[in-house]
């Protein structure tokens, strides 16, 4: 089955960029489907970042679209997501996940999820 | 504050049925038939539960159904079970620029 996978440093300075990545099992991801990254802070409510689409189209949620960058490489079949600037507003458990479209925008599956800790 | 509101919390008994409402606007729930909800037990990702407002995946109980009036979507739970204890959030379709949007979610107790 499908499975998605987050990796990345569970420590971030402020400031600095956060930089994570999902790897994708059980499915190719240029055979469809768009690929998405959601947050949650500690304690709090689900916040959708962004997606991306294996041709490399990307969708941003319009309050972080100025510090996010997301991009895509179906040779390792993995996306990865860039967020700049961070405070502590950006410590949160952040999860990748498949999205069936952008207007049919459901998540399945998720990965477990990551939680980075923006602190020096 | 989240773009769609949920209560903070609901809890029912054990059998009994409970809802979970998620308001949002004529912009997101309201104009488009596609919200979806997810389960999330403590410590672990989320999950599908309902999509396309009332259609379930394979795998998810039928005691789980969803609906839609104007600007409110609803998840009903019937026959409640102690594992049914989780928060849950809804999800919508936003539009051309907002495009995603969650609720701030909705603790579930099972009494």
């Known amino acids: 089955q499908v499975q998605l996978q987050e990796s990345g440093p569970g420590l971030v300075k402020p400031s600095e960029t956060l930089s994570l990545t999902c790897a994708v099992s059980?499915?190719?991801?240029?055979?469809?489907?768009?690929w998405g990254w959601i947050r949650q802070p500690p304690g709090k409510g689900l916040e959708w970042i962004g997606s991306?689409?294996?041709?490399?189209?990307?969708y941003y949620n319009p309050s972080l679209k100025s510090r996010v960058t997301i991009s895509v490489d179906t040779s390792k079949n993995q996306f990865s997501l860039k967020l700049s600037s961070v405070t502590a507003a950006d410590t949160a458990v952040y999860y990748c996940?498949?999205?069936?479209?952008?207007?049919?925008?459901?998540?399945?599956?998720w990965g477990q999820g990551t939680l980075v800790t923006v602190s020096s | 504050q989240s773009a769609l509101t949920q209560p903070r919390s609901v809890s029912g008994s054990p059998g009994q049925s409970v809802t979970i409402s998620c308001t949002g606007t004529?912009?997101?729930?309201?104009?488009?038939?596609?919200v979806s909800w997810y389960q999330q037990h403590p410590g672990k990702a989320p999950k599908l539960m309902i999509y396309?407002?009332?259609k379930r995946p394979s795998g998810v109980p039928d005691r789980f159904s969803g609906s839609k009036s104007g600007n409110t979507a609803s998840l009903t739970i019937s026959g409640l079970q102690a594992e049914d204890e989780a928060d849950y959030y809804c999800?919508?379709?936003?539009?051309?620029?907002?495009?995603?949007?969650f609720g701030g979610g909705t603790k579930l107790t099972v009494l």
């Open positions: 991306i689409y294996h041709s490399g189209s990307t």
């Open positions: 999800c919508s379709y936003a539009g051309s620029y907002t495009l995603v949007v």
């Open positions: 396309d407002v009332s």
């Open positions: 996940a498949r999205q069936k479209e952008m207007t049919n925008n459901w998540f399945d599956p």
């Open positions: 004529s912009s997101d729930v309201g104009g488009y038939n596609y």
């Open positions: 059980g499915y190719s991801i240029s055979s469809g489907y768009y």
